[in-house]
């Protein structure tokens, strides 16, 4: 009787990804186009002219202060507890996370490692940029703030621009960077763009960040997804040393199993037969046993024979010799 064996879901699973192409070539790779590189200008720009506008105690400082002042946590109480988890979608450990389990998977399934080192790139870019402005700049928090009116600079703060807003702008438009179908991108562009707008607005309702903390943010985020496809031959040229290192890795660890050692046959020395000159009478006489009294031995053969002579059987006088013709019998 024969059973098939029922093939299980994660089978199924393995059996598809073992039919996937290696690169597929439907993903294309962004280009550091005209339009984008006037997109990045333009970003750019408005960095420039927020971080222009708080320096100098603008309007936009007077707002951040009416901001304050109008107290958001106070005002809508009842939807505290949903903002306090929502936030969580910009901190940077749990969305890194998330992301690079995502990526991952997409890395595994298309067997290329780009998706990671585009997460892993833009979140270099990320804590370098946003963390040197941090530093930089040094703005105090609302709940920190010193002097009504003024614009809290250089005063050793870390909160301008708004990093929960960047970290939200990369690691949630990462995957529309990504995506490998123009439908697929405008959706999840939409979608990353609203995360990251409800998360900027988030910690403006708690009163961690200044408004102009957030505009800052999402410029900054944005600026990093600008400017990802002028690192893609870096990631490029990433991915294949980390496959020819691979490679060698497994060459190495291929040419170091031992194989079986062959048997070495080793000549035997013949010990060169002596004439019958050389030997003497005494080299060819076997040496008596230890437990044999001294003195000449006969062989076996030549020994007397302990049976007794003759034969035991009876005679028969009708029998002849063996080998002589027999005699006939007389008939009575």
Known sequence: MRTERNLTRLDRVFARLDREPERPAHIDVPRMSRHRVALFAATLAVYGAIVWAVVSTSWLVRLDWQVMFFRPYEQWSEIHAFVDYYVVLGQRGPTAVMIAAWLGWRSWRQHTLRPLLALATSLL?????????????????????????????????????????????????????LASTPAARRWLSALSAVTSLGVGLSTVYLGTHWLSDVLLGWVAGLLILL??????????????????????????????VPARPTPVQVPVRHKPRESAQDVSPTACTPKAPVYLAPGPHSARSERTPVTPVGSRRPPHTDRGTRGTASTARPVT
């Open 227 to 256: 400017a990802l496809p002028w690192f893609e031959p870096l990631i490029a040229r990433t991915e294949a040393a980390i496959f020819d290192l691979r490679d060698r890795r497994r060459d190495r660890r291929a040419g170091t």
């Open 125 to 177: 870019l990320l804590n370098v940029t946003v963390g040197a402005a941090k530093i930089g700049m040094g703005r105090l928090g609302p709940h920190y703030a010193t002097t009504i009116g003024s614009n809290e600079m250089w005063l050793g703060g870390d909160i301008f621009p708004s990093g929960h807003t960047a970290n939200a702008v990369v690691t949630w438009g990462i995957l529309a960077y």
